[in-house]
């Protein structure tokens, strides 16, 4: 439990950081430096402090192509287009119930009629919380790129934590117990790969209006600029990628992922202060109700479970 909730802490952290850096250079490079520098923090916690590749890293690598490559990836497009708010909203209420559906279908772990009722009860809240009169300012061909986004993030997180079970459970049996700061660092090696792919892809495609891909402009972010985002970036990849998934391997090796994510899924209830704060977000009537009746559905599930 207490792992679980430093997670949510961290995470709202990493959320605020990761919405400032994707606004002024985008999702997709703001994502790929907040992997690459925890991969480097990562690496030399695991190999001078932990266990290098102990355990069952090819099962940490697998959750990591998932849970960072992919749904990480679509989470920082949802961001510049949503805020952190209802991004962090819709994609860790959509968690839960995601990772609860596959440990059912995949490890046999079955669902009851309370816990059907609670995620029920979440859906709802997010569908109260992204309801078109609080999202006025939003243009709406964004606001559905970023909930496409957001719905694929949670698929993608929720993939992870499960195959982060099934990791761990390989390790177990093998006699292996790697702490949780390897476990990440083996996550983020399978993680970063999708990052950097994409943005390759994104450089090649800004080549063609500043005349090739190895032209100092197609890669240039102006030092005024990076003077100012730096803090955020670092911030970002230390609070996210470093600490908040160190936690969240911690959680996810005493507890089913289905109850970490819906404790994680608290994040929007620490985010409130924080984007009232940081970003000057107006926090509505209706967002409000939404995220209190999600966050009631993830505790209903908590407890069920």
Known sequence: ????????????????????????????????????????FLTIWANLFGTGFDGAPEWFMLSGLFGIGLGDSAYFQALPRLGSRRTVLLTQCLTAPFAALIEWLWLGSKLNLP?????????????IALAPGDHLKIEPRQLK??????????????????????????????????????????????????????LLVFKWRSAHAHGGIFQEKTWQVSREKWRRIWPWVLANALAGQTLGVTCMQWALEQTNAAIVTAI????????????????????GVRSLVGALIAVGGVIGLTVFR
């Open 145 to 198: 790129i970023g909930v496409l986004a957001c719905v694929f993030s949670a698929i993608g997180a929720a993939i992870g934590a499960v195959l982060i079970r099934k990791a761990f459970a390989v390790a177990h049996a093998a006699g292996s117990f790697p702490d949780a700061g390897t476990t990440g660092y083996q996550r983020v090696l399978g993680g970063i790969l999708i990052p950097t792919i994409a």
């Open 264 to 283: 994680i899924a608290l994040t929007p209830i620490f985010l409130l202060p924080m984007t009232r704060i940081f970003e000057g977000e107006k926090i």
């Open 115 to 127: 816990e059907i009722f609670c995620i029920a009860v979440i859906l709802t809240g997010v569908a």
């Open 1 to 40: 439990m207490l792992a679980a909730l430093l997670t949510t802490l961290l995470f709202a952290t990493s959320a605020i950081c990761g919405y400032r850096t994707a606004r002024q250079i985008g999702g997709v490079e703001a994502n790929f430096w907040r992997i690459a520098l925890a991969t480097i």
